[in-house]
């Protein structure tokens, strides 16, 4: 008896790394859900490639996910959707193209990455992402950001936050003064001893404030940051916290009235979205996705010589409180539904359809 056909088309999502977990594996199970929920006639699966910080003793995982892709399976995939964080990813696009697959690409990398700085690495990535079907990127602004080929057609597909930062109850603003939050991994470039200055310098204005941060980071990094607290004064109204599972993050954000995040490395924070999306106003450095995010709903974009430290300070200072909170909490409903995974799965939709009617002829 034959078997019977699936009436769905499948979508294989691609990319992550099993032995390092974080944002992006975030990003592809979270994707893969939202098809399966939402994309009506699609199912999705999620396979890595585990090409993150290859190793000699992890390229075997690598290797054997490299030939899954084109091994047996009871259903080959209608179309690949890569996500590109490193150059193997690309070698795994090059398999589905070979093997006649029409394949989407999701940039997850910024202009600092490596293969972005090297000019030989960066006119690589540009002539193999040439066989793509389609783009599917992060935010606008994101082919300025980063070298993409000009003749692979581009869409934006945004991304897809916690479900928990979607349906958090947000708590009523308590009385009291200014609560402000800084979260992730620490460390200079993440903007973490920026954080610290602004704490200084609020203090320096007379602008009440309790404070916390919230992240880990190597042994070095955390004994500087105290020394920072404690030169600086500030143990009464800064805090240092661990790292918080998803649910203590998001009820941490809800708490504060601003998200801290002047980080220079961050192209696409998505904590800064998960701070909008229960009422928690931005203040960002000035990096592409950033700025997208404040331009779409609210924030500050802060940059100069400092970091944008004494700008952050004076638009706080000047910030009525009450106003700030009354404004953040009316953004909520507009930040939640843009940002519902509904939204997100029709624009991803929108793009593999795309790819597919791109499709290009299989390479022997």
């Not at 996500?83 to 193209?97: E, G, H, K, N, P």
């Amino acid at each position: 008896m034959a078997a019977e056909l699936s009436p769905h088309r499948h979508m294989l999502v691609l990319g992550g790394s099993l032995h390092h977990r974080g944002g992006l594996e975030a990003f592809c199970e979270r994707a893969t859900t939202a098809v399966n929920r939402h994309a009506q006639g699609w199912r999705a699966t999620w396979w890595t490639t585990d090409t993150a910080y290859l190793t000699p003793g992890r390229l075997g995982a690598a290797m054997n996910a490299w030939r899954r892709l084109g091994g047996p399976q009871d259903h080959a995939p209608d179309l690949v959707w890569l996500q590109w964080s490193t150059f193997a990813d690309l070698l795994f696009l090059q398999r589905a193209v070979a093997l006649g697959l029409p394949v989407m690409v999701t940039p997850h990398l910024g202009a600092n990455a490596r293969l972005q700085r090297i000019p030989a690495l960066r006119a690589l990535c540009i002539r193999l992402l040439e066989r793509a079907n389609c783009l599917a990127l992060l935010f606008p602004g994101q082919e300025k950001e980063i070298a993409l080929p000009l003749h692979v057609p581009g869409t934006v597909v945004g991304t897809f936050l916690p479900e928990i930062a979607l349906s958090q109850r947000s708590a009523a603003a308590a009385p009291g003064p200014l609560r402000l939050i800084h979260a992730g991994r620490l460390g200079h470039g993440k903007g973490t001893f920026r954080m610290v200055a602004l704490c200084a310098a609020l203090r320096a204005q007379g602008v009440p404030f309790s404070a916390r941060i919230v992240g880990r980071a190597d042994a070095q990094t955390m004994a500087e940051l105290g020394q920072a607290i404690a030169t600086a004064e500030l143990g009464g109204s800064l805090t240092l916290a661990d790292w918080m599972d998803e649910t203590a993050l998001i009820a941490a954000l809800d708490e504060a009235d601003v998200l801290v995040h002047l980080s220079e490395l961050d192209s696409f924070p998505l904590i800064v979205l998960e701070a909008l999306a229960v009422g928690t106003i931005p203040i960002v450095a000035d990096m592409t996705g950033a700025r997208t995010m404040v331009e779409q709903y609210d924030g500050l974009v802060a940059s100069g010589t400092d970091g944008g430290v004494a700008v952050a300070a004076d638009w706080l200072a000047a910030r009525n409180l009450s106003d700030l909170r009354h404004h953040a909490a009316e953004l909520v409903e507009r930040v939640r539904r843009e940002q519902a995974w509904e939204s997100g799965v029709a624009r991803v939709m929108g793009a593999a359809e795309a790819a597919l009617a791109s499709r290009k002829p299989r390479v022997l």
